[in-house]
Nanobody
Framework: QVQLVESGGGSVQAGGTLRLSCVAS????????MAWFRQAPGKERVVVAV???????YYSDSVKGRFTISKDNAKKTLFLQMNNLKPEDTAMYYC?????????????????WGQGTQVTVSS
């Protein structure tokens, strides 16, 4: 059974930092598109960052320059380093994995999801 388990969320003040982790129980982990999405209350789930199988990162415009996605294939772990956090970054953050992803921004392209970890940024 595939599992994605996130950790590292919490409450910080604006300007603070957090590092999220996602451990995956996936075979052929390195072949997957690995992504972070977030969902704020009352809003739809949106992409934050994606790490392509070929090693290329993708970022949404709202986090570019502040967040860094990385992964350790040997440990099957995905990371999201979040710097200079803003109140608008407050959301539940989800880790996702997909093998055949045509559009990185669409949640429907990803097959597996974690339960999420809450990030709250106060002003």
């Amino acid at each position: 059974q595939v599992q994605l388990v996130e950790s590292g969320g919490g409450s910080v003040q604006a300007g603070g930092t957090l590092r999220l982790s996602c451990v995956a129980s996936l075979n052929s982990y390195s072949r997957y598109y690995m992504a972070w999405f977030r969902q704020a209350p009352g809003k739809e789930r949106v992409v934050v960052a994606v790490f392509d199988p070929d090693g290329r990162p993708y970022y949404s415009d709202s986090v570019k320059g502040r967040f860094t996605i990385s992964k350790d294939n040997a440990k099957k772990t995905l990371f999201l380093q979040m710097n200079n956090l803003k109140p608008e970054d407050t959301a539940m953050y989800y880790c996702a994995a997909g093998l055949y992803v045509a559009d990185r921004t669409l949640p429907s392209e990803f097959n597996y999801w974690g339960q999420g970890t809450q990030v709250t940024v106060s002003s």
